[in-house]
């Protein structure tokens, strides 16, 4: 068991990473002292799965306990579903002392963290990631958000958990896809700050696909160890630090956005959104061949998609520009100039941008 301190002066918090260690979460959440009463958010299916975990340390150590579900899908990131939450933890709400704890992957943590972050201007909130997906990325740094039809992520927050809890032994129930859909962002990791990572990824890939433990331990550890160094030097974006964690997601979350969110999940459209951001970063000369080519054959090997299908070009660009990342009239991308090294660029051309898409597209997309 491995604890990583993200430090943030008074927003200072622990991410916690071990395998089969959710016995001890009650414990952990009472040193913190935020409550006696937890509102679960998590979705059916997860409930079915670890509610009996759960309710378990958390009564043993005095804990109230009520449970909201919400869809087990990307609309339960709306402002429909904030709202009906944020409605029920009202009713709920009467002589408790309440906190909130995330139970599932990206999407219930975005939510719970964003009711988290409005509901009294702030109420205390756990994360307890199941996805690899989360437990690597989304459960970590206080970005909190639920979506618009007109984009991703477009109403949101800052707003830190106290804790993230990160049991590994969790994995096991998840799909293959939804394991390779996580292998996106540890790739990225990889990229944009850790050679060794991605030397890593390609010497073990097979192993780590198997879901041995020691190689997952590994791997999340070092992610997390990245992220929590990043965020800790630019909490809230307004340096440029934390920018470089979007590497593959402008063209990624257009993606999405353009394929209704049904075509691609998140991590799918992050490797194509890498591919892509590599294709301009060649084209503007920043990067070399063999860079791109091995990010590729990474990607590839792990089982994600490298060619766009199904979803139109013209449909991707209308898309990218609504991506927070814009200034202004501006775009502006994570860009490589080799692994383990990247440049943010602003200002890039909308026909370099369309080629590297049509280079990453199959021919029905074009």
């Excluded at 109420?123 to 690899?132: E, G, K, R, V």
């Excluded at 799909?175 to 990229?191: D, F, T, W």
């Excluded at 590839?300 to 209308?318: E, Q």
């Excluded at 692994?339 to 890039?348: C, F």
């Amino acid at each position: 068991m491995k604890t990583i301190k993200v430090n943030l002066k008074k927003r200072s918090y622990n991410i916690t990473v071990g395998s089969g260690i959710i016995n001890l979460l009650g414990s952990y959440i009472r040193k913190l002292n935020i409550g006696n009463d937890a509102y679960i958010i998590t979705n059916p299916l997860i409930k079915k799965r670890y509610a009996g975990l759960l309710d378990k340390t958390l009564k043993q150590s005095g804990f109230n306990l009520r449970y909201k579900l919400v869809p087990d899908s990307e609309k339960s990131k709306s402002i429909e579903t904030a709202a009906a939450v944020i409605k029920d933890i009202a009713n709920y709400d009467k002589k408790k002392q309440l906190f909130i704890i995330a139970l599932g992957g990206g999407v219930i943590g975005d939510l719970a963290g964003f009711v988290a972050s409005i509901y009294k201007r702030g109420t205390p909130y756990i994360q307890l990631p199941t996805t690899l997906l989360a437990q690597v990325d989304s459960s970590i740094g206080g970005k909190t958000a639920v979506d618009l039809n007109q984009g991703k992520n477009l109403v949101g927050a800052f707003y830190q958990p106290r804790l993230v809890f990160v049991d590994i032994k969790i994995l096991k129930t998840l799909s293959l896809r939804q394991i390779r859909a996580a292998l996106a962002e540890i790739i990225k990791y990889g990229v944009i700050k850790d050679r060794d990572l991605f030397v890593y990824l390609e010497k073990n890939y097979k192993d780590i696909l198997k879901l041995k433990p020691e190689k997952l331990e590994f791997i999340v550890s070092r992610c997390v160890d990245i992220k929590s160094k990043v965020i800790q030097r630019d909490e809230r974006e307004e340096k440029g630090i934390r920018t470089i964690l979007n590497f593959g997601h402008t063209i990624g979350h257009a993606l999405e956005a353009a394929g209704g969110f049904r075509k691609y999940n998140h991590g799918e459209a992050v490797a194509l959104g890498m591919l892509v951001a590599c294709g301009i970063s060649k084209r503007l000369k920043l990067t070399n061949e063999e860079a791109s080519k091995r990010i590729e054959r990474l990607i590839a090997v792990m089982g994600l998609p490298t060619k766009i299908k199904n979803v139109r070009i013209a449909d991707i660009i209308k898309a990218h520009y609504r991506d927070k990342k814009f200034t202004g009239s501006k775009n502006r991308f994570v860009l490589i100039k080799n692994i383990g090294e990247t440049v943010i660029t602003e200002n890039i051309p909308l026909e370099i941008i369309r080629e590297s898409l049509i280079e990453r597209s199959s021919s029905s997309t074009c």
